[in-house]
């Protein structure tokens, strides 16, 4: 049902533009527009206007009191493994005796112990569980969500997983994007066959896929023991076939230029970035390719953060997003990445903020619709607590400061 909502008396409204022409960079990175003791008018679900507290129409609407709270623009999360069939908590314990991702994922666990639960999990109770992970994510202050395939590995389970995605669009109240990463691992049955299992990723699912309508994005893992350079050059080649463009999973453990090749081949994102060398910057830098940064994963695996602030001092435009998924980032809280993108990846509040908002919008060519205070764009906001700024949700960090979300 359409809504029509006055929030009078905002102490602070934060993530304020007049269009979104452009992603932020460098300096603009770090620039967040505010307005104090401000109001803002939502019509049928949109920003109508907004503007100081002296000039708020006098309408006869159900209002809201935001005194002593910021309202801001819901978080972007552009990379999430939301679909999934069950914990991988074992794995975690595994790591705390010494082993690390890469011996798990030899040893049969990691992605492939994903992708057998999956095929094992029934359509209805796959939906069933991924809504409920959404709708706590919406509560963590999540208002667009990007979700991969990719532990199906299957013609039918790629599907299976890419179905549960289309109804959770259909019925959810945020705008949802759907990547396909059929090229996610190397199934069991093509262990000694890449060049077969990659055939029947890009001849066979990638055409039924597009055909039905079931993704927006292609996704392939880029990394030592998973895919090599041919084969993402193979995939988003692939997939732009197909009108799909390319998010990809690069140099999370290892450089070797998968970072250039995707540039080059004009990806819309390079995720992850753990390690990163001159040649990945500049590639990055000269491209318009979006550098997304996924710091829960970071912290989670014990592994180096992206390099953020290295990026921003070059001009590199950032986002963030949670990678949310069983192996690597079980958690969807994007506050908790505010929060380790100032204390470890050295961003200020602004640019973390932007990075989680307008600049991740962006990552999800969802710029007109989310991402910032605009007059026409999605009323998808965050009240917070009572709070002095935007610093207050990195400061208290591993606390919740959102009071409620408007979808
Ligand atoms: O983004 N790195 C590849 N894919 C996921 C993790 C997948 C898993 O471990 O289940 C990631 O970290
Ligand atoms: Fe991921």
């Known amino acids: 049902m359409a809504t029509t909502i006055l929030l009078k008396n ?15 960079k460098g300096k603009s990175q770090g620039e967040v527009h505010t307005l104090n003791n401000a109001f803002v008018w939502i019509k049928n679900d949109k920003i109508a206007s907004f503007g100081p507290m002296t000039e708020c129409p006098e309408v006869n609407i159900t ?30 314990t595994m790591r705390l005796h010494g082993k690390t991702y890469q011996q798990i994922a030899e040893a049969g666990g990691g992605i492939l112990n994903s992708a057998a639960k999956l095929r094992a999990m029934s359509e209805q109770q796959l939906y069933d569980d991924a809504h409920i992970r959404l709708e706590n994510a919406i509560k963590q202050g999540t208002g667009s969500i990007e979700m991969k395939s990719g532990y199906g590995l299957t013609i039918e389970d790629e599907m299976k997983m890419l179905r549960v995605i289309r109804v959770l669009k259909s019925l959810s109240p945020i705008p949802i994007k759907a990547t396909f990463l059929g090229a996610h691992a190397l199934p069991e049955a093509f262990k000694k ?14 055409p039924r896929i597009a055909g039905e309508g079931l993704a927006d994005y292609i996704d392939i893992f880029c990394e030592s023991g998973y895919f090599d350079l041919d084969d993402l050059k193979l995939v988003i080649e692939a997939g732009n076939k197909y009108g799909l463009k390319a998010k990809v999973h690069v140099n999370q453990f290892s450089s070797f230029g998968a970072v250039k090749m995707a540039c080059d081949m004009g990806a819309l994102s390079v995720d992850h970035l753990e390690v990163m060398n001159e040649q990945d910057y500049s590639a990055i830098a000269a491209s318009k390719t979006i550098a997304t940064a996924l710091p829960l994963c970071s912290m989670f695996l014990d592994i ?20 949310f998924n069983p192996g690597s980032s079980p958690s969807s809280n994007l506050n908790l990445a505010f929060a380790l993108a100032c204390s470890q990846m050295k961003l200020t509040p602004q640019e973390a903020f932007n990075a989680l908002t307008y600049n991740a919008a962006f990552a999800l060519e969802l710029e007109n619709e989310v991402g910032s205070i605009e007059i026409g764009k999605r009323a998808n906001l965050i009240i917070t607590k009572p709070a002095n700024g935007i610093e207050d949700i990195p400061y208290w960090f591993g606390d919740n400061q959102i009071a409620s979300v408007l979808v």
């Open 193 to 206: 066959n890449k060049a077969a299992y990659l055939y029947l990723v890009t001849n066979e699912m990638l």
């Open 10 to 24: 905002i102490k602070q409204l934060v993530g304020i533009t007049e269009n979104s022409n452009s992603i932020k």
């Open 63 to 92: 209002t809201h009191d935001c005194s002593e709270k910021l309202v801001m623009p819901m978080y972007v999360d552009s990379h999430t493994h939301m679909v999934f069939a069950a914990s991988r908590a074992d794995e975690m």
């Open 304 to 323: 180096p953060y992206t390099p953020g602030r290295e990026m921003i001092n070059r001009s590199i435009p950032l986002a963030i997003a949670s990678d």
